[in-house]
């Protein structure tokens, strides 16, 4: 399933709602709509990602992006990830770095 | 023990992965494999194809570049191997990221070596050989066996 995204900022959160799949051909995408709320400061990063039904490694790395350009103090929530995805994200410990919930606001 | 294959070409482009993970996934389903093992499957060969194409052909200064997805079923396992004649590289030898590295804030991390990890980690087996000018990546997953959670 091709990748989409879409975002929205709200109060200041910047929301993402990611679908489909995000590998190396579909990062420059996220990456640009990441780039697109930044502009805003948002002062904490929402990722709807219930639709999104596979992450490779250059999805952690817009993480990482994410991170690096809105500032360390911007907490990243993941709202609903499937299982897969929790699975990647405990194995290369970017678990203990972002925020898993069931929705949003907590 | 009859074995059954498959080969399909690529053009080493980074579009073409969607449509290794849908035939892959379909392939999974076929055998049995549970959705943990299809998508590790799908993972795996995602990252050392991405690998592949970007640093093995594009990086390398190859534009034409192609390469084979072999999928064989045999008794209980299913074997993929990728076969390029890009540049060498065996992720075997590759750095893995440590603990350390892992645990790191986010906005600190050198995030090399992850796709390797993450292949490695996917799959039953991995195995990398160099013959004939041409790198083997294979992956194999065993379906007879629940795989630990």
Do not use: W
Not at chain 1, 61 to 86: H, N, T, W
Not at chain 2, 29 to 43: A, D, F, I, R, S
Not at chain 2, 65 to 94: M, S, Y
Request: hydrophobic share 40%; with cysteine; net charge negative.
């Amino acid at each position: 399933m091709s990748f989409t995204v879409s975002s929205e900022i709200v109060n200041k959160v910047a929301i993402l709602s990611l679908g489909g799949s995000l590998d190396s051909s579909s990062a420059s995408v996220f990456q640009a709509e990441i780039q697109k709320v930044a502009g805003e400061s948002p002062t904490e990063m929402v990722l709807q990602v219930s639709e999104l039904t596979f992450m490779a490694s250059a999805g952690l790395r817009m993480i990482v992006f994410a991170k690096q350009k809105l500032g360390p103090s911007v907490q990243i929530y993941l709202v609903k990830p499937q299982d897969q995805i929790i699975d990647t994200l405990q194995m290369t410990g970017f678990i203990h770095s972002v925020h898993i919930v069931d929705k949003y606001p907590v | 023990m009859e074995t059954q294959t498959q080969t399909r070409t690529y053009a080493a482009s980074l579009d073409v992965l969607e449509p290794i993970r849908e035939l892959l996934t379909q392939t999974g389903q076929e055998v049995g494999l549970n959705k943990k093992q299809t998508y590790g499957l799908c993972l795996a060969v995602d990252e050392i194809a991405t690998n592949v194409i970007r640093h093995g052909y594009d990086e390398a200064g190859i534009t034409d570049g192609k390469f084979d997805l072999i999928i064989e079923k045999n008794g209980n396992q299913l074997a993929v191997t990728i076969v390029d004649d890009g540049r060498p590289f065996n992720p075997l030898e590759h750095i893995l990221p440590t603990e350390e590295d892992l645990s790191m804030p986010l906005e600190e991390r050198a995030i090399g070596g992850l796709g390797v990890m993450m292949a490695r980690q996917s799959v039953d087996e991995f195995n990398y050989e160099f013959s004939e000018n041409h790198n083997r990546n294979i992956f194999i997953v065993k379906f007879s066996n629940e795989i630990e959670e």
